[in-house]
């Protein structure tokens, strides 16, 4: 390189190991749980569940503090569905996972070894505690008569839903509105997998594509989340109705404006599972696999129930919840996306991948 | 590179410093970019080619691209007016004009795009007075704009700031009393000054436009083919777990920008060369 008397080379070398060790000391830090008498677990959320897990840890925290002696805090972590998975897929150290649908927890199991394949059979329910469906949320009166799914296409009616390529919450709204379709079409929707009635399934398919590409021509906007859109709606007066989880329209009604919006519930939608579960790698390489484990089974508790109720999501396990907090939620019929689009992975394949249907309505 | 390493500085601790920068460079810059390039080099070209010329990404790249270069240049001729004014006079307020300019910087983007959508949607303070002009603003491509002009703006304010501080105002008043007109003093005295710091102004207002996500998804509308910029087309990819395709539209919106602010900084080597 370079001959001079002043050894150049060498401090310049020295500069990059310093910098370099500034760097590693600034780095450190954070690390270590489960010494002791206390015990910190991470639980890796989506959005909308902000205020449930805000209380159910508390009362967890208390349970297990008097069941075992030992105090626990829970960390909590929100964000879109699927960035919390990418987190998690990256390295972020969750010790459990409750998010909007199986197919960001299945694409952790694709793309890293952190749990097993069969990890939505450990827990009951397909591992949801708790269940939602996709409603409307109209302005006051319902100027627009909106009462179903077909209401939703006519004339200039305008309809606020997210992005389905980037919004969980967007791709039932999708799913909800298409097997609507195939519901009226078929009457029952277990023909789905009757061979002999294949010719109308394709025909009911069609008409349900049809149905979607038209509701879509009704959306102005497309947020990239669900919160997005609900102050498009909500705060920006834009559209007519907006397609909402039933505990996102909910809140917008209470904390938003009883005067202002009303809830409409369609005669048929979908059944939104939320699962939930344990990350086993991470659990054992922190120790804290029985207090993860006991943490989401205490969401199947009576206590567990009744705050998901409060909190407006469907719990499965009605019978532990006071009558009261029950009457709230309306009967709808629902169907879910196993029995209806053959699981999450089909679904996204089909649907909401680049070339997928979903794309197709947007072809020029 | 060689010829610069072989000259002696008279000052001290060179070798010291430059292992520092290179450090530093290396770590926060050309490592995260470096992993980048080479997750899209495990794409196979047929693929990238595919990712990077499909119809609605390619719109994606006009709508950033153009939206940025708009956005800048409306910067630049607005910029120039605020940092003139806080520059050349005094008036009351001043001092609270000169803070404010630097509010977009220190706002979450989050929370400028959802204020600016608030404020531009049909039914906000300005957006119930431009709809039945005709004029959506909300939800459209002019939303866009109006979001990148807001988060470009500092940039160009305070690059000019010092570089009109710099300008002897004696300069203009030779000018004046040597018989040129207001606008001959502009351009031949003025402009050229500071013409360097406006286009690095203009190159930052410009490369922040290209990056920024977080204010323009609120106002924009995100439809497909329309309003969709580039880096919502990165998430959109990332949501499905396609890291390839993600990296293939950064490495291009990459190289791009990089192309463009190259060219912007031969310009201002130009112009200052032009000037001596």
């Not at chain 2, 410093?17 to 926060?28: E, K, N, P, R």
Request: proline share 6%; charged share 20%.
């Amino acid at each position: 390189m370079r001959s001079g008397k002043t050894p150049l080379g060498c401090s310049l070398w020295i500069g990059i190991g310093l910098a370099g060790m500034a760097m590693g000391l600034a780095g450190c830090g954070g690390g270590g749980n489960a010494d002791g008498q206390r015990i910190e677990i991470l639980n890796v959320s989506y959005d909308p569940t902000r205020e449930l897990y805000k209380q159910f840890n508390e009362a967890f925290a208390q349970h297990w503090k008097d069941s075992t002696g030992t105090e626990v805090s829970i960390r909590m972590s929100h964000g879109g569905a699927g960035k919390q998975a990418r987190a998690v897929i990256d390295g972020l150290e969750a010790d459990v996972m409750t998010l909007a649908l199986a197919y960001d927890i299945d694409a952790i199991h694709e793309k890293t070894d952190l749990i097993p394949q069969d990890w939505q059979k450990r827990l009951p329910h397909n591992s949801c505690p708790y269940t939602s469906t996709i409603v409307f949320l109209v302005r006051k009166g319902n100027p627009k008569g909106i009462h179903d799914w077909d209401d939703l296409v006519k004339g200039d009616v305008s309809v606020i839903t997210p992005n389905p390529k980037t919004s969980g919450g967007a791709r039932w709204n999708y799913l909800a509105a298409w097997g609507y379709v195939l519901q009226q079409e078929l009457g029952d929707l277990a023909v789905l997998d009757d061979p002999q009635k294949a010719e109308a399934v394709a025909k009911a398919q069609e008409k349900a594509r049809r149905f979607v590409t038209e509701l879509y021509r009704h959306v102005p906007v497309l947020d990239s989340g669900a919160r997005g859109s609900t102050m498009t709606f909500v705060k920006n007066g834009m559209g007519d109705v907006l397609l909402a989880w039933e505990n996102e329209a909910f809140l917008a009604v209470n904390e938003l404006g009883p005067d202002q919006f009303e809830i409409v519930v369609p005669s048929v939608s979908i059944l939104a599972e939320p699962p939930v579960t344990v990350v086993d790698k991470m659990v054992d390489k922190h120790g804290t696999r029985e207090v993860a484990e006991a943490y989401l089974k205490y969401l199947y508790s009576e206590r567990g129930q009744a705050l998901a109720a409060k909190n407006y999501y469907r719990p499965v396990a009605p019978s532990k919840v006071p009558e009261e907090d029950m009457q709230r939620f309306p009967d709808v019929q629902r169907f879910s996306v196993d029995d209806v689009f053959g699981g999450w992975q089909k679904a996204q394949q089909m649907h909401f991948n680049d070339g997928g249907v979903f794309d197709e309505i947007y072809k020029p | 590179m060689q010829i610069r390493v072989l000259q002696r500085s008279v000052l001290p601790g060179f070798g010291l410093t430059m292992g520092v920068t290179v450090f530093y460079l290396g770590l926060i810059v050309l490592l995260p970019l470096a992993a980048l390039v080479l997750k899209s080099a495990t794409v196979p070209w047929q693929q990238f080619w595919d990712t990077v010329c499909d119809p609605r990404v390619m719109a994606s790249y006009r709508l950033s691209f153009g939206a940025s270069l708009i956005a800048a240049a409306v910067n630049a001729v607005f910029g120039f007016i605020v940092a003139w004014v806080l520059v050349r006079y005094s008036f009351p307020g001043r001092k609270l004009v000169d803070a404010m300019v630097d509010l977009p910087f220190a706002l979450p983007t989050a929370v400028s795009g959802i204020a600016l959508t608030a404020l531009y949607a049909p039914g906000g303070w300005l957006g119930r007075w431009l709809t039945p002009l005709g004029i959506p603003a909300a939800y459209c491509r002019l939303g866009v704009v109006i979001a990148l002009t807001f988060i470009g703006m500092p940039f160009v304010v305070r690059t000019l700031q010092p570089a009109l501080e710099d300008l002897d105002p004696e300069l203009e008043e030779a000018a004046a009393s040597l018989g040129a007109s207001r606008l001959q003093t502009f351009r031949r005295v003025l402009l050229p000054g500071i013409l360097p710091a406006l286009l690095t102004g203009f190159a930052l207002a410009f490369a922040r436009g290209l990056g920024e996500y977080g204010s323009v998804v609120f106002i924009a509308g995100n439809m497909p083919m329309k309003t969709e910029i580039a880096p919502l087309l990165i998430i959109t990819k990332l949501e499905q777990y396609d890291y390839a395709g993600a990296t293939a539209i950064a490495v291009v919106m990459l190289s791009a920008s990089f192309l463009l602010l190259l060219a912007i900084n031969m310009l201002q080597w130009w112009s200052r060369r032009h000037s001596e």
